[in-house]
């Protein structure tokens, strides 16, 4: 008896015509999430993809460990492959295979799938001789197909017999890279990489930019955000991240532009530049961990000056959470702890006072031009540095 994993496709089964091209992203994208473990061969049919260790040494707690994070996958489960595709191989193999869950459940019932239409036995038929082989080892078990403690699941397949019970919740979603390409615009806090993760949810593939204004911001600032990116990928895959030098920048919004009105130009600046990235590496969408209402650069007035400034469609994932709910997916994606460490982010460098929350758009152009940043804005792009994520 050979031990497998077992994971069922999502919301791939609804793509009809695109499924064979959801399922080809979805085995690759498993494939280089376990390559540092070992080979494995990876084989899909019915929405059931089977992932076979080609060597022994093989972690399969830490496969699954990573399975867990795939995106497009619903649940998953290590199965064993029985020996033989007969009857009497199922029967062997599914009392010794779950002992031990069974030996300290009172109740259990077998569900039977049998997509090989060959085999000599239907699915009740299955169901009833399995359940009798594990009664007649573990007496002391109930059926009860209501809410047993364990649903014994037999699946007779083109490519064999597989036992297993209680699948694990996957990370559901659809595969990264089916659902195009997007920048994440990323700061050092809680937010960005919580929309970073919803975003790669959605079947995005992500490139990363980040604004650094050195020396207001630190060396150990940017590194955070290497370092968040590093958490993110492990469900959204490597990516590249540009850091933007924003200092001049800034420096001539403090020194040009009226106060009141800083945070919103910056944000423009940021919106435009990052639009000129993403063109760049052929993104279509830009996304931001903007939440309404939770500062004053996130009213909608201050959100629709921020969007009038790219003409690519943003993202906002976050847009209708509380700050709760979203800390809540941060421990979820182990990003809070690193997200709470206290390096200050260029967002915080000459904050103004009383930062306009209505701010009117005509005025705030108008502010922007007399400034004239183009010439910043294309020294900052001259001046890209690019880091890998992996
Ligand atoms: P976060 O927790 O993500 O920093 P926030 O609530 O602090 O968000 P802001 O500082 O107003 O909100 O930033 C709003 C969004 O702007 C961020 O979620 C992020 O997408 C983007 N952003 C902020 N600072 C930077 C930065 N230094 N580089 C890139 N993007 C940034
Ligand atoms: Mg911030």
Redesign the pocket.
């Known amino acids: 008896m050979k031990e497998i994993l077992l994971l069922k496709d999502g919301e791939i089964v609804l793509k009809g015509l695109n499924r064979r091209q959801f399922e080809d992203v979805l085995k690759k994208n498993i494939k280089n999430t376990l390559s540092p473990l070992g080979r494995f061969e990876i084989t899909s049919a019915q929405s059931t993809v089977s992932v076979k260790p080609l060597s022994d040494d093989i972690d399969l707690d830490e496969a699954c460990e990573r399975v867990g994070r795939i995106f497009g996958i619903v649940s998953y489960s290590r199965a064993a492959l029985c020996d033989e595709k007969t009857l009497e191989s199922v029967l062997k193999t599914a009392p010794e295979y779950l002992a031990k869950q069974l030996r300290t459940a009172k109740t259990f019932k077998v569900e039977a799938k049998r997509s090989d239409k060959k085999f000599p036995y239907k699915s009740p038929e299955i169901c009833r001789e399995t359940g009798g082989a594990i009664l007649a080892k573990f007496p002391h078990l109930k059926v009860d197909v209501k809410n047993p403690e364990v649903t014994v699941y037999v699946e007779i397949r083109d490519h064999g017999a597989y036992i297993h019970a209680n699948p694990i919740r996957g990370a559901g979603g659809i595969p990264v890279g089916t659902g195009g390409r997007a920048v994440?615009?990323?700061?050092?806090?809680?937010?960005?990489p919580v929309?970073a993760y919803m975003m790669a949810k959605r079947g995005i593939k992500l490139t990363a930019?980040?604004?650094?204004s050195p020396p207001y911001t630190s060396r150990r600032a940017e590194d955070k955000v290497v370092r968040l990116l590093q958490k993110v990928a492990r469900y959204s895959g490597a990516m590249k991240m540009y850091t933007v030098p924003f200092t001049k920048l800034q420096e001539k919004l403090r020194d040009d532009c009226p106060e009141e009105l800083f945070t919103i130009i910056m944000?423009r600046l940021?919106m435009q530049i990052s639009q000129r990235i993403a063109e760049q590496n052929e993104c279509q969408a830009l996304?931001?961990?903007?939440?309404l209402g939770?500062?004053a650069?996130?009213t909608i007035g201050a959100l629709g000056c921020t969007d009038e400034a790219a003409d690519m469609v943003v993202f906002r994932p976050l847009i209708g959470m509380d700050k709760q709910e979203i800390i809540d997916i941060s421990y979820k994606i182990d990003t809070f702890e690193t997200?709470i460490e206290p390096y200050e982010?260029?967002?915080t460098v000459f904050t103004p006072k009383h930062p306009r929350t209505k701010p009117v758009l005509k005025f705030v152009k108008q502010a922007q031009e007399n400034a004239g940043f183009e010439p910043l804005i294309e020294e900052a792009l001259q001046n890209l540095k690019i880091t890998y994520i992996s």
Do not use: N, W, Y
């Open positions: 994440i615009l990323i700061s050092g806090g809680i937010d960005s929309a930019v980040h604004f650094a944000r940021m996304i931001t961990g903007e939440s939770q500062v650069s996130q997200s982010d260029c967002c």
